[in-house]
């Protein structure tokens, strides 16, 4: 879970409006995707992908890792009363 002094001082305000597109579907998430793997690097450790993404035979890896950085996304922004 990230602060919302984190998400503060790695996006702008520009930065965040398009995130909150990306949320409502109004946007690719590839328009930030990288950035917000970035963001969420340190919890997303090779253990994790390992435990977590195995399991998903029905969507790739990549399918996987986007819904749940979608989702952490949209948490960490809900908690912060950014959106």
Request: aromatic letters at 10%; hydrophobic letters at 40%.
């Amino acid at each position: 879970m990230k602060t919302k002094k984190e998400i503060m001082d790695t996006f702008s305000k520009d930065e965040i409006k398009i995130l909150i597109d990306i949320i409502h579907g109004r946007k690719d998430f590839d328009t930030m995707g990288e950035l917000i793997k970035d963001f969420y690097q340190d919890e997303l450790s090779d253990y994790y992908l390992t435990e977590v993404y195995d399991d998903h035979n029905i969507m790739s890896e990549d399918e996987a890792l986007v819904n749940d950085l979608l989702e952490k996304l949209e948490f960490d922004l809900e908690v912060a009363g950014l959106i």
